[in-house]
């Protein structure tokens, strides 16, 4: 069970639109429809911010939306602001009651 | 509301037993339709799964982690704990306690999203 693979960074100016992309593999992403996303500003506590692989918890802004296809999910952010420069990461169900997460994406807002 | 936090030592030995402690404040421990998990950070590094427990016991650990962890869950203290043993510096990292699970405004559960985590607590193994 590998660690899903995010890019290490991203950066877009405010208002722009970024995409952050999280490739796994058919035993993880590709086999259900159960990705979450985590945003984690620096000393804080992760926290989801898509699950379901597009679902948005209440009160997520709906600038943050979430998207599969085969083995990798992505992460959009549109109309970008300085307060989602944050780490985020990738996680997906794995089968048996097991999940893994991804490397993780720092976005910077430039 | 619903709060978690971890308690333990913040310095353990190499080769020793890490062990870590979940209490659950705010709500019951016992709710069938929750699993409660431990999650950790090494510095600077992503998130790393290590396992869950639901109330009934059952366990689930992550493949790497499963022949050094054990999990268990004490539902008359509403807490749940984490040992970790044989420890090197690679397990150097803040752990975090979480609870899987997710109710919507509607009502609808989804069981597979980390929504309620603790604060974190840093553990450093070295001699």
């Known amino acids: 069970q590998s660690a899903l693979t995010q890019p290490a960074s991203v950066s877009g100016s405010p208002g722009q639109s970024i995409t952050i992309s999280c490739t796994g593999t058919s035993s993880d992403i590709g086999s259900y429809n159960l990705v979450s996303w985590y945003q984690q500003h620096p000393g804080e506590v992760p926290k989801v911010m898509i699950y379901?692989?597009?679902k948005r918890p209440s009160g997520v802004a709906d600038r943050f939306s979430g998207f599969k296809s085969g083995n990798t999910a992505s992460l959009t952010i549109s109309g970008l602001q300085p307060e989602d420069e944050a780490d985020y990461f990738c996680?997906?169900?794995?089968?048996?009651?097991?999940?893994?997460f991804g490397t993780g994406t720092k976005v910077t807002v430039l | 509301q619903l709060q978690l936090q971890e308690s333990g030592p913040g310095l353990v030995k190499p080769s020793e037993t890490l062990s870590l402690t979940c209490t659950v404040s705010?709500?019951?421990?016992?709710?069938?339709?929750?699993?409660w998990g431990w999650i950790r950070q090494p510095p600077g590094k992503g998130l790393e799964w290590i396992g869950g427990?639901?109330?009934?016991?059952?366990?689930y650990y992550s493949p790497s982690l499963k022949s050094r962890v054990t999990i268990s869950i004490d539902t008359s203290k509403n807490q749940f704990s984490l040992k970790l043993k044989s420890v090197t510096a690679a397990d150097t990292a803040v752990y975090y306690c979480?609870?899987?699970?997710?109710?919507?405004?509607?009502?609808?559960?989804?069981?597979?999203?980390?929504?309620?985590w603790g604060q974190g607590t840093r553990v450093t193994v070295s001699p």
């Open positions: 427990v639901y109330h009934s016991g059952n366990t």
């Open positions: 996680c997906s169900y794995g089968g048996s009651n097991t999940y893994v």
């Open positions: 379901e692989d597009s």
């Open positions: 979480a609870r899987r699970g997710y109710y919507d405004s509607s009502g609808h559960y989804s069981p597979d999203v980390f929504e309620i």
């Open positions: 705010g709500g019951s421990i016992s709710s069938s339709s929750f699993y």
